[in-house]
Nanobody, 116 residues
Framework: VQLVESGGGLVQPGGSLRLSCAASGFTFSSYDMRWYRQAPGKEREWVALISNEEPRPYYAGFLKGRFTISRDNAKNTVYLQMNSLKPEDTAVYSC??????????WGQGTQVTVSS
């Protein structure tokens, strides 16, 4: 099982980034996919979820419509489009694949730094 994030980097406040998470080794379409982030000195926090069925997105309240999660089951990839980035969005962003309570996989993360 592998989850490989990409697309992070340094961006100025107000800018955009698109993160990708490529999955392999499991039936991607059967898993709910989530993005989490962890800022220095802070607890990891949930950012967004896209369910395996329909699929339907859910977002943390603090995002206020700035981020969009999507998935492409044909490419086994989940995305996080991040717009209007703020310095407080600086964190390591990780993707997570989960099916019930038994199957729970994590990627290594990608660094996002928002700074002028």
């Amino acid at each position: 099982v592998q989850l490989v994030e990409s697309g992070g980097g340094l961006v100025q406040p107000g800018g955009s980034l698109r993160l990708s998470c490529a999955a392999s080794g499991f039936t991607f379409s059967s898993y709910d996919m989530r993005w989490y982030r962890q800022a220095p000195g802070k607890e990891r926090e949930w950012v967004a979820l896209i369910s395996n069925e329909e699929p339907r997105p859910y977002y943390a309240g603090f995002l206020k419509g700035r981020f969009t999660i999507s998935r492409d089951n044909a490419k086994n990839t989940v995305y996080l489009q991040m717009n209007s980035l703020k310095p407080e969005d600086t964190a390591v962003y990780s993707c997570n694949a989960r099916q019930g309570s038994q199957y729970d996989y994590w990627g290594q993360g990608t660094q996002v730094t928002v700074s002028s």
